[in-house]
């Protein structure tokens, strides 16, 4: 992951940012080219996430431009804390 590239067309990738896999339904970032697949997300977030994102018509900002779902599920299950974020991020 966050190496390499995935084959672009119709200015989106065709590969899953999760699983790398170009099965299933790829929900696409509308801010950069990637996708992240309805099967990683629902087995991640539930499937109302997925629903949400599919209702939001081509207005949705993947994990990797708007990280913030990512960091709340790292804070839920307590795979991160307060401080390791703070390190990272300032």
Known sequence: ???????????????????????GQLLLCDSCPKGFCESCITRNFGFI?????????????????SPQPIIDLLFQNGWIDDVNINKRIG
Not at 1 to 23: A, K, L, M, P, T
Not at 49 to 65: A, D, P, T
């Open 49 to 65: 996430e997925c629903k949400r994102i599919i209702e939001l018509n081509n207005r949705w900002f993947c994990y990797i431009c």
């Open 1 to 23: 992951y966050h190496q390499g590239s995935f084959d672009i067309v119709d200015n989106s990738e065709i590969y899953c940012r999760w699983c790398g896999e170009g099965n």
